[in-house]
């Protein structure tokens, strides 16, 4: 650290020789911290505040955090301006084994383009901008049964059919057609493991950040319509905070977009300090439950992030964790201390949130052809992921939240809309969910690596599919799409067995190790790379960039991460497949703890 000028206080948290000349290194520092300038709240915004990003380092946030760590390194006076961002350093090997610092790279912030309060902008491609897209993941609901997480029956080894029913695959196709599914997932789709019967919500160390509960039966996506009625929604009323008069704009907020409308939207700021309450009925009629705004039972995104070591302001402690103030990633040797939550203040809350998205989102890197690839590990989200060229000085984050997927067939994408929960824009009496690109962070990041001139990773996701490769013209699985996220493995007629070993489930963070069977998963390339300054080009995802390639394509985007046996984006059965076979990974990928 002292070569790259860097303070004592980052860390090394993953690095990559590069044959017997290079080592690419990845470090960061706990006192980075980041704000998010709201232009809603902004006093005397310029003209061309609109151009600004609303995403900056806070220095003197930083300052502060140096000063109650009790800083004792006597580091020079240029601390009080430094950023405290992640860096990738780059060293040189040097006569008798050792090797000599020679340049770093700052990872620095995406854009997020300010917008005003209700504003209608939408961006390029008409899917809604990353601002919106943070003002919606941070939104706090709670996650039940009744969500995309819990939409496979889990009984392991068995298909949803066998689950639900002797012969139930009509009935299933006839709920599924009923929500608009379109078969998905099939009826044979082989699921993970049991949820417990008699279990109303999900246990906090078991859940994942979802959005939307869904009201669809057993028969169609593995809900227990019955249970919900007559036990879940009046356990979850009755478990939601109550919403006092301070609150009754966000529980408008709230109404509003259960009800698909984007209006009346509250600034960022205050959103993240006010606990969106979940409508449990019909009625409308919202919390009954506890006043210290914080779900006990059911799991909101905000106690969902904080489970997985990402800090939210106010929930120091949840329920079941002991009262330490301190939040630590496993693994991860990390330790913050999470700000105490001002009663007066909507502001100062906002940041430390966005400052552990991006800590936590620069946590292991690759290297390609000059490419260097950072982004999150399998412990928490990653929100953000860089692209950039060993040559330069500074990369910008691109967000997975708002690259397109473009897989061929309105069947594979309205599957991973399914799975993310989305509620439908325009009538929501008819489908829960809405055709909007991807903004839920669930990525489970298990290894990312470089395989003949392949850039890699192993990756889950809530929406991840795989396809049913049947021989067999007639069943009803062929072609169709199967959840990863939902399943410990995936088994058809056509060859899927055992896809990942993990006796835990891939619902909620993995603290096991899992094996790389047959298939894995490429970060898929494109033609050009996304964004430019604003990052809001559209993206079309390929397949991964040959050798020979190299010169016309740019590895840019690690969204739509096909299986090795995938029909392509074009959903052409004739596509070729890539050379490299998933059996020669088996032993490539590790467990990062980091």
């Known amino acids: 650290m002292k070569a790259a000028n860097l303070h004592p206080s980052y860390e090394l948290v993953d690095w990559k020789r590069v044959e017997d000349t290079k080592l690419v290194a990845l470090v960061r520092s706990a006192l980075v911290r980041v704000k998010f300038q709201d232009s809603s709240s902004q006093q005397g915004t310029e003209s061309n505040g609109q151009d600004q990003n609303a995403l900056s380092f806070d220095t003197t946030k930083s300052q502060q955090a140096l000063q109650q760590a009790g800083d004792q390194s006597g580091t020079s006076s240029n601390s009080t301006q430094e950023d405290f961002a992640s860096y990738i350093l780059i060293f040189k090997a040097a006569p008798k084994a050792t090797w000599v610092f020679e340049r770093k790279i700052k990872l620095a912030l995406p854009y997020v383009k300010q917008e005003s309060q209700g504003s209608d902008d939408q961006g390029s491609n008409g899917k809604g901008s990353l601002y ?3 003002q919606d993941l941070l939104v706090e609901q709670p996650v039940t049964p009744y969500t995309p997480n819990a939409g496979l029956a889990r009984v392991n080894g068995v298909a949803q059919d066998k689950v639900h029913g002797l012969e139930q695959t009509t009935q299933w196709n006839q709920q599924a057609s009923q929500k608009n599914l379109t078969n998905n997932p099939a009826p044979k789709a082989v699921t993970g493991f049991k949820l417990d019967k008699g279990r109303a919500y999900r246990k906090l160390n078991e859940a994942w950040p979802v959005y939307e509960p869904l009201d669809s039966t057993k028969d169609g ?12 929604a009046s356990e979850a009323k009755g478990d939601a905070p109550l919403v006092s008069s301070t609150e009754s704009q966000m529980a408008a907020v709230t109404d509003s977009q259960q009800s698909g409308h984007n209006s009346g939207l509250v600034s960022l700021a205050q959103r993240s300090t006010t606990v969106a309450v979940q409508k449990s009925d019909s009625s409308g009629s919202q919390g009954q439950g506890t006043t210290d705004n914080k779900f006990q039972k059911y799991l909101n995104t905000a106690q969902a992030l904080h489970q997985m070591g990402v800090i939210v302001p106010s929930l120091e402690t949840w329920p079941g964790k002991p009262s330490t103030g301190i939040a630590t990633r496993a693994g991860g040797g990390v330790s913050v201390q999470a700000a105490t939550r001002q009663s007066s203040s909507t502001n100062e809350d906002l940041p430390n949130v966005i400052t552990q998205l991006y800590h936590t989102s620069t946590s292991q890197l690759a290297y390609l052809n000059g490419q260097i690839v950072v982004m999150g590990s399998n412990a928490v ?14 990369g910008r984050a691109t967000w997975w939240a708002h690259t397109e997927l473009n897989w061929g067939t309105d069947k594979q994408k309205q599957f991973v809309e399914n ?4 509620k439908d824009d325009s009538n929501s009496s008819l489908t829960n969910f809405k055709s909007q690109g991807l903004t839920q962070p669930a990525y489970l990041i298990a290894g990312l690596d470089v395989v003949q001139d392949h850039l890699v990773f192993a990756a889950f996701k809530a929406g991840a599919v795989g396809y049913d490769m049947t021989t067999d013209s007639n069943a009803s699985t062929k072609d169709q799409a199967l959840a990863w996220s939902t399943t410990a493995g995936l088994d058809s007629a ?8 993990n006796t835990a489930g891939l619902n909620g963070p993995i603290n096991d190790l899992f094996t790389l069977l047959d298939t894995f998963a490429y970060v898929t ?8 300054s604003q990052n809001n080009e559209e993206v079309q995802t390929k397949y991964p960039v040959k050798d020979d390639s190299k010169a016309s394509a740019k590895i840019a985007s690690l969204i739509n991460a096909s299986p090795l046996n995938s ?5 052409d059965k ?5 050379e490299v076979r998933g059996r020669q990974l088996q032993n490539i990928f590790w467990w990062l703890e980091n």
């Not at 992921?385 to 330069?392: A, I, L, N, P």
């Not at 390339?525 to 430019?532: D, F, I, N, Q, R």
């Not at 029909?567 to 959903?571: E, F, I, Q, T």
Request: charged share 25%; net charge neutral; no cysteine.
């Open 221 to 232: 996506k593995g809900k227990d319509k019955d249970g919900w009625i007559t036990s879940g």
């Open 381 to 394: 989200p990653s929100l953000w992921y860089w692209v950039v060229d060993e040559r330069t000085t500074s």
């Open 494 to 501: 056509g060859g899927y067995n055992n896809l990942v070993e």
């Open 567 to 571: 029909y392509g984006d074009d959903g």
């Open 132 to 134: 919106k897209t943070l």
């Open 574 to 578: 004739k596509a070729i497949y890539p």
């Open 525 to 532: 390339p494109v033609s050009g790379m996304k964004g430019g």
């Open 419 to 422: 799975q993310l929960g989305f």
